[in-house]
């Protein structure tokens, strides 16, 4: 996925450092979002009993 990113952001004329900073940026996001829902479903699945 990273690599996505940053292929993403250097598509134009090589890789300037800002919009690799922001292809990282946004990749990590992602996985922050990721594990954030992962934990709410975990907690609202142990709260109902489904565990």
């Given at each position: 996925m990273?690599?996505?990113a940053l292929i993403v952001a250097w598509q134009q004329d090589g890789p300037p450092p800002e919009?690799?900073?922001?292809?990282?940026m946004?990749?990590?996001?992602?996985?922050?979002i990721?594990?954030?829902?992962?934990i709410i479903v975990g907690i609202s699945r142990r709260?109902?009993?489904d565990a």
């Open positions: 990273l690599a996505v919009r690799a900073f922001w292809a990282i946004s990749y990590f996001v992602e996985i922050a990721a594990g954030f829902v992962e709260s109902r009993g």
